[in-house]
Antibody, heavy 116, light 107 residues
Framework: QVTLKESGPALVKPTQTLTLTCTFS??????????LSWIRQSPGKALEWLAR???????FYKTSLKTRLTISKDTSRNQVVLTMTNMDPADTATYYC????????WGQGALVTVSS | DIQMTQSPSTLSASVGDRVTITCRAS??????LAWYQQKPGKAPSLLIY???TLESGVPSRFSGSGSGTEFTLTINSLQPDDLATYYC?????????FGQGTKVEVK
């Protein structure tokens, strides 16, 4: 059974860098075809895909946020990390990690508020 | 990026009604489309993938159809538990996108 759990700070200040961790279990990230994405949802808004990392370490980013995002994995710790630089109040959102091409399994989400 | 446009944005229907939500892609995505249900305060839940394949455990009153640029999600015999927001999601390319959501209210 695949499980995912997001963790990170609940509050960050404008211009700071956000680091979120997705801890997973139930699958091997080294297996072919494995992929994990980060998706966010601002309050009352739609879902927005941010980034993806595959088992072969190939990475993909939302074009408009590419300069601010970095995704990486630590297979020894079963974790995928997303960093987002230069945080702005508009980045206030619940951040989810999810598994697969279509998202069959989701984490519970981590609410991040950007405020001074 | 491929734009996904859902309609309507909100709908109100009675228990037992048949409900249809439409999703249009700005370019062909073949059948690389999924539908999700999201209840307040919860993560989305997968309903349909590959346009028409029902996810295991999802009630059979949910169905999906379409290909190319036009897709529909149908809920046959709406139930009170179906109160939620529904999103379509294209995974045709390396920059997935979601529709803006359709909020379903039960009268």
């Amino acid at each position: 059974q695949v499980t995912l759990k997001e963790s990170g700070p609940a509050l960050v200040k404008p211009t700071q860098t956000l680091t979120l961790t997705c801890t997973f279990s139930g699958f091997s990230f080294t297996a072919s075809g494995m992929r994990l994405s980060w998706i966010r949802q601002s309050p009352g808004k739609a879902l927005e895909w941010l980034a993806r990392i595959d088992g072969d370490d190939e990475k993909f980013y939302k074009t408009s946020l590419k300069t601010r995002l970095t995704i990486s994995k630590d297979t020894s710790r079963n974790q995928v990390v997303l960093t987002m630089t230069n945080m702005d109040p508009a980045d206030t959102a619940t951040y989810y990690c999810s598994f697969g091409s279509y998202y069959r399994v989701w984490g519970q989400g981590a609410l991040v508020t950007v405020s001074s | 990026d491929i734009q996904m446009t859902q309609s309507p944005s909100t709908l109100s229907a009675s228990v037992g009604d048949r409900v249809t939500i439409t999703c249009r892609a700005s370019q062909s995505i073949s059948s690389w489309l999924a539908w999700y249900q999201q209840k307040p305060g919860k993560a989305p839940s997968l309903l349909i993938y590959k346009a028409s394949t029902l996810e295991s455990g999802v009630p059979s009153r949910f169905s999906g159809s379409g290909s190319g640029t036009e897709f529909t999600l149908t809920i046959n015999s709406l139930q009170p538990d179906d109160l939620a927001t529904y999103y379509c999601h294209q995974y045709h390319d390396y920059s997935p996108t979601f529709g803006q959501g359709t909020k379903v209210e039960v009268k």
